[in-house]
């Protein structure tokens, strides 16, 4: 019985060391060395200060801005919090937050049907982009608030605008961090933002 509890006790101590210290250690420093940007999070720093994760989206409200996609997540974007509402699609109180967040976008675009990832969560709330359909229906708005050509804001989203995975995977997307950013450095914001 002894050599029966020595046996158990020296396996769980070594496959503690190689399972739950080793190989995490491997794991990470590979990680960091061959993807580090990836392993870190896809941080991104504008003149030395973090502003973002790729992969993490964030609300925008100014109206010189490209906006993110609604977030049920906590009170937006909240990754403690990651989830969507889980309301069903005949849910009154889901129902009436789409209908006011419709009217509010449709003030960009008088007479247009707005699209759907403007009004509508992701699953997990967290979602970083937006269809160019939706970067499209703010063109007007943007361009205005920056005093841009559409044409050249246009170039942008284009120049910003991610094709599917792989040529077949997902839909084509707008990361809605990046194209701020880049907007910033082509026409900084107005002063009353």
């Known amino acids: 019985m002894r050599r029966h509890i020595s046996t158990a006790l020296l396996y769980t101590l070594v496959t503690t060391l190689i399972?739950?210290?080793?190989?995490p250690l491997v794991i990470t420093g590979i990680s960091q060395i061959f993807f580090r940007d990836k392993a870190n999070g896809q941080l991104l720093e504008r003149n030395g200060t973090l502003v973002g994760s790729r992969l993490i989206g964030q609300a925008f409200t100014?109206?010189?801005?490209f906006h993110s996609r609604p977030s049920a997540a906590g009170n937006g974007y909240d990754a403690a919090n990651s989830g969507g509402s889980n309301?069903?699609?005949t849910n009154q109180k889901l129902i009436d937050r789409i209908k006011g967040d419709a009217q509010t976008v449709s003030q960009?675009?008088?007479g247009t049907d707005v699209p759907v990832d403007l009004i509508?969560?992701?699953a997990s709330g967290l979602d970083p982009d937006i269809t160019p359909a939706s970067a499209d229906f703010q063109l007007a708005r943007v361009a205005r608030e920056r005093?841009?050509?559409e044409p050249e804001l246009r170039k942008l989203v284009e120049e910003h605008t991610k094709?599917?995975?792989f040529g077949f995977l997902g839909e084509?997307?707008?990361n809605v961090l990046e194209l701020n950013l880049a907007l910033d450095q082509l026409a900084p914001t107005p002063p009353h933002h």
């Open 19 to 23: 399972f739950g210290i080793g190989y």
């Open 62 to 65: 100014a109206p010189g801005y």
């Open 87 to 89: 309301y069903a699609p």
């Open 108 to 110: 960009d675009r008088q």
């Open 120 to 122: 509508t969560t992701s």
């Open 147 to 149: 005093h841009l050509a």
């Open 163 to 165: 094709g599917r995975e």
């Open 172 to 174: 084509r997307r707008v």
